[in-house]
């Protein structure tokens, strides 16, 4: 017998998952989450340490919320690795489902999120920049409940 994976999923009960801040960006990345071309999502060491968040670990489901915080799907962590930005492969990239075909595209896109003046100010840091030295952390996940709200 065959039991659904996601039937005792309480999206309630489960830490947020959030995607960028909250406002368009974050609505794109949450569509692609929805529509299953987002796959994977890179975030910078110094964030997970400025907040007192642990890494991810594999196995572990969140509630991805929207831009009104609305908890919209449960996804579930399939792989971390921790790399220096200059390790991030093209594969990667373009599971991130933004779009981007190559690794100078999405590293433009991701350079100009992570010297907003937005993750500075969540930094605490108004003068935090990425270079090939700094420590990512890439994370893949797969869609299990989408649509819970």
């Not at 659904?4 to 947020?16: H, Q, R, Y």
């Not at 642990?54 to 971390?80: C, H, Y």
Request: with cysteine; hydrophobic share 45%; proline share 5%.
């Amino acid at each position: 017998m065959t039991t659904d994976p996601t039937a005792a999923i309480d999206p309630d009960a489960l830490p947020k998952a959030e995607f960028a801040f909250p406002g368009p960006l974050r609505d794109q990345l949450v569509a692609a989450i929805l529509d299953g071309s987002k796959t994977a999502t890179t975030g910078v060491l110094a964030d997970y340490e400025h907040c007192g968040d642990p890494l991810p670990e594999v196995g572990s489901r969140a509630a991805v919320v929207d831009s009104a915080d609305r908890r919209v799907a449960v996804i579930e962590v399939t792989d971390v690795r921790v790399v220096r930005l200059a390790q991030v492969d093209l594969a990667h990239a373009i599971d991130e489902g933004e779009g981007l075909t190559t690794l100078a595209e999405w590293r433009a896109v991701h350079e100009k999120y992570w010297h907003s003046a937005e993750m500075r100010r969540a930094l605490d840091d108004d003068t935090f920049t990425v270079d090939d030295e700094t420590i990512v952390v890439l994370q893949r996940f797969r869609l299990l409940a989408p649509s819970i709200a």
